[in-house]
């Protein structure tokens, strides 16, 4: 009688657990939300440019010696270097641009015997506009190449907010109709989760979408570079 009485009352607390505890659902929602930057690093690469061009007006027959007269291309290519890199100063000054300037770089060009130096530029903007206008003027240059080093958004924070709160009303829709399939219904929210997905490019300060290249611009029909944000939650549900 008395292992009978363990019996059902075990019975009974397995009823209660049950009704106090049913199933529950849980979905996997994503969401992405594309800012236009307003802070866009803009870096500006000088060299040398086409060193052969000028080496050959510069060198020769001399007539005074009878001999060819000897270049030194080092030397060449920082004077051209530093001319280039005076224009493309003046340019900045010109338009009143916020930059800072970087250099003393040296790197080597493949198959050659000697190397160049390369100095740099750093430009900030406020708008995809501006950027454009400088390139602008900056394509066609063979001393020149750009990249769009870095985009972010002021309006990120707020927008962030936002974007939790449509993943979550997009995670309720998801989870009526999945329960439904079942003949049941969606209750309260149980816990919320965030995934973080491999290769997530989150937002433009928070991963690093770009190392875009100013070239991006000679093809009308190329994006342009957005500050990116990407949610993703888990969400589970009581089932009833």
């Known amino acids: 009688m008395k292992t009978l009485f363990c019996i059902l009352l075990c019975f009974i607390s397995f009823v209660s657990h049950s009704q106090m505890n049913p199933g529950t659902l849980e979905v996997i929602v994503s969401d992405t939300m594309l800012l236009l930057p307003d802070n866009i690093t803009y870096e500006i690469s000088v060299t040398a440019g086409k060193t ?3 080496y050959n007006a510069q060198s020769g027959y001399d007539e005074n010696t009878g001999e060819y007269k000897e270049i030194d291309i080092n030397k060449l290519s920082m004077v051209q270097l530093q001319t280039n890199t005076d224009r493309i100063e003046q ?3 010109a338009q009143k641009l916020k930059y800072r300037a970087g250099g003393g770089r040296a790197y080597t060009i493949e198959a050659s015997v000697f190397d160049v130096a390369k100095n740099s530029f750093t ?19 063979d001393y020149v190449t750009t990249s769009i080093t870095n985009v ?75 500050v990116v944000l990407q949610k993703t939650l888990t969400v589970k549900f009581e089932m009833l």
């Open 152 to 226: 972010s958004s002021s309006k990120s924070e707020a927008e962030e907010k936002k974007l939790y709160e449509n993943v979550v009303k997009k995670a309720k829709e998801k989870a009526t109709f999945v329960a439904g399939l079942a003949g049941k219904k969606a209750g309260s929210i149980i816990s919320i989760s965030e995934v973080t997905a491999p290769g997530n490019v989150g937002d433009m300060g928070m991963g690093g979408l770009f190392g875009m290249l100013g070239a991006m611009f000679q093809e009308s029909n190329k994006p342009e570079p957005s």
């Open 123 to 141: 430009v900030e903007f406020t708008s995809m506009e501006q950027v454009k206008k400088l390139y602008n003027q900056l394509v066609g240059k």
């Open 52 to 54: 052969d061009t000028l």
């Open 91 to 93: 340019l900045l000054k």
